[in-house]
């Protein structure tokens, strides 16, 4: 089992930035796929952005790119959501999960963390 940990939220003014934490515990995230993803109030969880395994290849939504930047620390067993040039519109709980190498769905969860930008 793994269990996930975000932190990091807050509220923040627009053009603002916030670094989210996802931390964590029962085994190693060297054998799993991470990804952010978010859910706004009457809408459906979206995907934010993703790293492989490895570290090296990233994705991320278009509405984010440019502005948001993934990253993982292994020596932490933590992966990071760096947040810049935030919108009103990026305001949502935002949760990370964990994929298992192999697996096709994210087979953990946190429990999300608040992020509201004000205008």
């Known amino acids: 089992q793994v269990q996930l940990v975000e932190s990091g939220g807050g509220l923040v003014q627009t053009g603002g930035s916030l670094r989210l934490s996802c931390a964590a515990s029962?085994?190693?995230?060297?054998?799993?796929?991470m990804g952010w993803f978010r859910q706004a109030p009457g809408k459906e969880r979206e995907f934010v952005s993703a790293i492989r395994w490895n570290g090296i290849s990233t994705s991320s939504a278009d509405s984010v790119k440019g502005r948001f930047t993934i990253s993982r620390d292994g020596t932490k067993n933590t992966v990071y959501l760096q947040m810049n040039s935030l919108k009103p519109e990026d305001t949502a709980v935002y949760y990370c999960?964990?994929?298992?190498?192999?697996?096709?769905?994210?087979?953990?969860w946190g429990r999300g963390t608040q992020v509201t930008v004000s205008s």
């Open positions: 999960g964990a994929e298992q190498l192999g697996s096709e769905e994210y087979d953990y």
């Open positions: 029962g085994r190693t995230l060297s054998n799993y796929d």
